[in-house]
């Protein structure tokens, strides 16, 4: 039994990887990320991007409703999680990219009763990858075949009683309540609204940029503890 690892920063491609690697060895895929969650949040959580055949667990089934999940909490059940994967499968994929769980993975990695290999993707090119999460930003803008976007998910979660500073919390939904007050537009209209191309470059450009420093950090902080 041996799990194997698939750490980096967003947008940097962990998914493939891993669908790569479970695709041609039949393992299951562990995601360690908090906000994936949010099953009320695929487009929000890049959760949506991982819809593509590949048997991928995540470490609970939330909704906006339930509030924020404690790190604490989601590295317990990650680890349980896996103690139980590994019992059933040669092979656990774990695709990892939040800070708060990883390094509390890591803390622990030598005291696991199962081997763990890690494999650390890093950004290369930072302005290629800066520009490649802004495209990625825009089209999440417009909604998909399902009638999701990333404004659609933030009006619900913003409106739900008793959510907004956890909203405000989110990567990229946090931007959208910035982009609103720059441009006194109420934050639970802004899904119904015909934006200007202009307008809509900006919010994406603001959303991706924050997106990259985000993923910055990702990628000094998973070098520094595993590489």
């Known amino acids: 039994m041996l799990v194997r690892a698939i750490v980096g920063p967003t947008g940097i ?24 969650c949010y099953t009320d949040l695929p487009v929000s959580s890049a959760r949506a991007e991982s819809e593509d055949g590949v048997h991928r667990i995540w470490l609970g089934d939330r909704t906006v ?6 790190p604490d909490d989601a590295a317990e059940t990650l680890l349980a999680r896996l103690r139980a994967l590994v019992e059933q499968h040669r092979l656990v994929v774990l695709e990892g990219g939040s800070i708060s769980i990883m ?3 890591a803390e622990q990695i030598d005291e696991l009763p ?3 290999s890690v494999q650390v993707l890093r950004i290369g090119d930072r302005q290629a ?3 490649g999460l802004r495209a990625r930003a825009r089209s999440m803008l ?3 075949q399902f009638g999701r976007s990333l404004l659609t998910e933030f009006v619900a979660a913003w409106t739900t009683p008793g959510r907004r500073l956890f909203t405000a919390s989110i990567s990229g939904l946090d931007c959208i309540l910035e982009w609103c007050a720059k441009h006194s537009v109420p934050p ?7 934006i200007p191309a202009k307008l809509l470059d900006e919010l994406a450009s603001m959303i991706g940029e924050r997106y990259a420093e ?14």
């Open 13 to 36: 491609g962990k998914s493939a990887v891993a669908a790569e690697l479970a695709s041609a060895t039949g393992a299951p895929v562990l995601v360690a990320d908090r906000i994936q």
């Open 65 to 70: 409703r339930d509030g924020d999940y404690p």
């Open 103 to 105: 390094l509390r993975f």
């Open 114 to 116: 199962f081997p763990v």
């Open 129 to 131: 990858y800066a520009a």
């Open 142 to 144: 417009f909604r998909d």
């Open 188 to 194: 639970e209209d802004v899904a119904g609204m015909d």
């Open 214 to 227: 985000h993923g910055f950090v990702q990628d000094r902080v998973f070098a520094e503890v595993f590489g």
